[in-house]
Nanobody
Framework: VQLQASGGGSVQVGGSLRLTCSDS????????IDWFRQAPGKEREFVAR????????GYADPVKGRFTISRDNDKNTVYLQMNNLKPEDTAIYYC?????????????WGQGTQVTVSS
């Protein structure tokens, strides 16, 4: 598994972006995918998760109701749709793959994609 995160950019408050986490390996569907973000001077924080088949989904409280995670295993891709963006969403966003339960070690990480929200 070699994750590629993309889709970041600069938007104004209230705007939307869709991040993509993709991989070219056939084992992609066996991995749960988590999104994390890290803002300057802050620790990395969890954003959203989705299980391998896509049946289990979870969000951090700050993004509930604004972000939606989904996946298309036929395309080996996980999406993070981000709506109603706020300045506090500004961060580098990373996707990570794990085969264990939430909170366990991630086997692979993407390179990160920058999201900047300006007022």
């Amino acid at each position: 598994v070699q994750l590629q995160a993309s889709g970041g950019g600069s938007v104004q408050v209230g705007g939307s972006l869709r991040l993509t986490c993709s991989d070219s390996q056939r084992a992609f569907s066996t991995y749960s995918i988590d999104w994390f973000r890290q803002a300057p001077g802050k620790e990395r924080e969890f954003v959203a998760r989705i299980s391998g088949p896509g049946g289990f989904i979870g969000y951090a409280d700050p993004v509930k109701g604004r972000f939606t995670i989904s996946r298309d295993n036929d395309k080996n891709t996980v999406y993070l749709q981000m709506n109603n963006l706020k300045p506090e969403d500004t961060a580098i966003y990373y996707c990570a793959a794990r085969q264990g339960r939430p909170g366990t070690e991630h086997q692979y990480w993407g390179q990160g994609t920058q999201v900047t929200v300006s007022s």
